[in-house]
């Protein structure tokens, strides 16, 4: 078994502040990813990273940056953090060629 | 437009009742996930299918890639199984991008 951790749990700051969400995990997974979720709706994909240093956009990249600095990290950086993406953000990670994918307990972000 | 479409949005279940849950897809998909989201945020793995069935307790997924949907069967629904409901696809191009559903909001009343 392994575990993914998710830091800060809580993140709160203020509009077009740079904002960054860290994501560990001990599974030796390759392939690691970030997610947004908005209330009461479904997850929508950031970035992905199939292995160290490689950076996939997702379909909600535009606002974001990424960082695979090793295997078992993948940081997530807010640019200029706005009042509307007040979210829950979900780290994942997956095996490569097998992409069932287990999930962090999520950091809730909150823009003043 | 959205790749998965989750249905029903919400569904209500008496205590030792079952229902299923839908996921339709609007192109090709190689894999689907199956989520319980609970109180605290946590997603909880249920199934991961490539095709066919598989069965867990009171749970039972299907996934046919070839009509592009998967089920999710509630048997004998218990208070702890309420929750939000998650599938994600994994499409059949590019490279492990999976696409979620809105979920369904499923409670469970004794």
């Known amino acids: 078994g392994g575990i993914i951790t998710q830091t800060p749990k809580f993140l709160i700051g203020q509009e077009g502040q740079k904002l960054t969400l860290k994501c560990q995990q001990n599974f030796n997974h390759d392939t690691m990813y970030w997610y947004r979720q908005d209330s009461g709706k479904g997850l929508r994909l950031i970035y992905y990273?199939?292995?160290?240093?490689?950076?996939q956009k997702g379909d909600l990249s535009e606002g974001y940056d990424a960082s695979r600095e090793k295997k078992s990290s993948f940081s997530l950086t807010v640019t200029s953090a706005q009042k509307n993406e007040m979210a829950v953000f979900l780290c994942?990670?997956?095996?490569?060629?097998?992409?069932?994918?287990?999930f962090g307990p999520g950091t809730r972000l909150t823009v003043l | 437009g959205d790749q998965v479409e989750q249905s029903p949005s919400a569904l209500s279940l008496h205590e030792g009742t079952g229902s299923a849950l839908r996921c339709n897809f609007t192109t090709t998909m190689r894999a689907v996930q199956w989520f319980q989201q609970n109180s605290r945020g946590s997603l909880i793995n249920l199934f991961y299918?490539?095709?066919g069935t598989k069965e867990n307790g009171r749970l039972k997924s299907t996934f046919n890639s070839k009509e592009s949907y998967s089920t999710l069967h509630i048997r004998d629904a218990q208070l702890e199984d309420s929750g939000t409901y998650f599938c994600a696809a994994e499409r059949d191009t590019g490279y492990q991008n999976f696409y979620f559903g809105k979920g369904t909001s499923l409670t469970v009343i004794p």
């Open positions: 994942a990670s997956s095996h490569w060629g097998y992409a069932e994918q287990f």
């Open positions: 990273s199939i292995t160290e240093n490689d950076l």
């Open positions: 299918l490539a095709s």
